[in-house]
T-cell receptor
Framework: GAVVSQHPSWVICKSGTSVKIECRSL??????MFWYRQFPKQSLMLMAT?????????EQGVEKDKFLINHASLTLSTLTVTSAHPEDSSFYIC??????????FGPGTRLLVL | GENVEQHPSTLSVQEGDSAVIKCTYS??????FPWYKQELGKRPQLIID?????GEKKDQRIAVTLNKTAKHFSLHITETQPEDSAVYFC???????????FGAGTTVTVRA
């Protein structure tokens, strides 16, 4: 149980385009999901908290107009990187919370912006 | 916000020996402490967690201890095997917002 999927697993795009990443909880409902970014050989950095039916809460320094988050259902949250630039290239990972505080992670999406 | 420090950053052990990773946290309100294992290019996998009302938890070869007074917690892996080689992250959160603050990670290499 507690399976989280993410799509796509990798994406290459041109600078200036937008990319949408989906995060789904497959066998449970998740009121709260989280989006992280991880650079090579570094830890996970929380970008935002996604709550079903309400606006996402962004961490300090994360531009909400650049990283659009939508949590339209109890099993799906999406992250859209708008007007992507090479510095946005990273490994984006979502997690879904189940029960009390336990988070299960998706497989991640590797984004490369050319 | 919460600040989690993790040591060591790298750890090399002989197969069959034990590995210990230590983390400290700053916010005394933190009450949930999970440990994740991440293999290269893969998702972080929850391997064990502990809550503040418990001092120790064990699951086969893995154990976690928590000292609330000193604000530190540790991961112990016994009888290490080559498949234990990975990056291990500790984290802390509290029930106000459930956000996980991660340590910097420990790269564990088990030598055959």
């Amino acid at each position: 149980g507690a399976v989280v999927s993410q799509h796509p697993s990798w994406v290459i795009c041109k600078s200036g385009t937008s990319v949408k990443i989906e995060c789904r909880s497959l066998d449970f409902q998740a009121t709260t999901m989280f989006w992280y970014r991880q650079f090579p050989k570094q830890s996970l950095m929380l970008m935002a908290t996604s709550n079903e039916g309400s606006k996402a809460t962004y961490e300090q320094g994360v531009e909400k107009d650049k990283f659009l988050i939508n949590h339209a259902s109890l099993t799906l949250s999406t992250l859209t990187v708008t007007s992507a630039h090479p510095e946005d290239s990273s490994f984006y990972i979502c997690s879904a919370m189940i029960g009390q505080q336990t988070q299960y992670f998706g497989p991640g999406t590797r984004l490369l912006v050319l | 916000g919460e600040n989690v420090e993790q040591h060591p950053s790298t750890l090399s052990v002989q197969e069959g020996d034990s590995a210990v990773i230590k983390c400290t946290y700053s916010d005394s309100a933190s009450n949930y402490f999970p440990w994740y294992k991440q293999e290269l290019g893969k998702r972080p996998q929850l391997i064990i967690d502990i809550r503040s009302n418990v001092g120790e938890k064990k699951d086969q070869r893995i154990a976690v201890t928590l000292n609330k007074t000193a604000k530190h917690f540790s991961l112990h892996i016994t009888e290490t095997q080559p498949e234990d080689s990975a990056v291990y992250f500790c984290a802390a959160s509290f029930t106000n917002d459930y956000k996980l603050s991660f340590g910097a990670g420990t790269t564990v290499t088990v030598r055959a």
